[in-house]
Nanobody
């Protein structure tokens, strides 16, 4: 009923830009909190950015000013535009959605639907 699929990852150099896209089916796109997380061997799974159903957004300090999370209404996707990429941004990036009309925040356990992940590698 709900499908979450990420795309757009790749290997880039320091300072480059990359756009990740998350395709979400059903009413999740409209009624649910959706977020991007990233996972590394050293830090585990950490929040990158949050897109609230009402339109507000929230960013981790490490990416604020460089990353932009937004919902594309025409394509029904949750996108993450990453600029000025740094080696420390290297991670597997996951798109996650909470259950409809439920609260969700920084904790990965708040989210019910996850994509398969897409690898982002930034070299210096």
């Amino acid at each position: 009923q709900v499908y979450v699929t990420e795309s757009g990852g790749g290997s880039v150099q320091r300072g480059d830009s990359l756009r990740l896209s998350c395709s979400i089916t059903g009413n999740i796109f409209i009624s649910s909190v959706m977020s991007w997380f990233r996972q590394t061997p050293g830090s585990g799974t950490t929040l990158v950015a949050i897109s609230y159903a009402g339109g507000d957004t929230e960013y981790e300090d490490a990416v604020k000013g460089r990353f932009t999370i937004f919902r594309d209404g025409a394509k029904k996707t949750l996108d993450l535009l990453m600029t000025d990429l740094r080696p420390e941004d290297t991670a597997v990036y996951f798109c996650a959605a909470a259950s409809p009309w439920t609260r969700a925040g920084r904790d990965e356990r708040d989210y019910s639907f996850w994509g398969q992940g897409t690898q982002v590698t930034v070299s210096s």
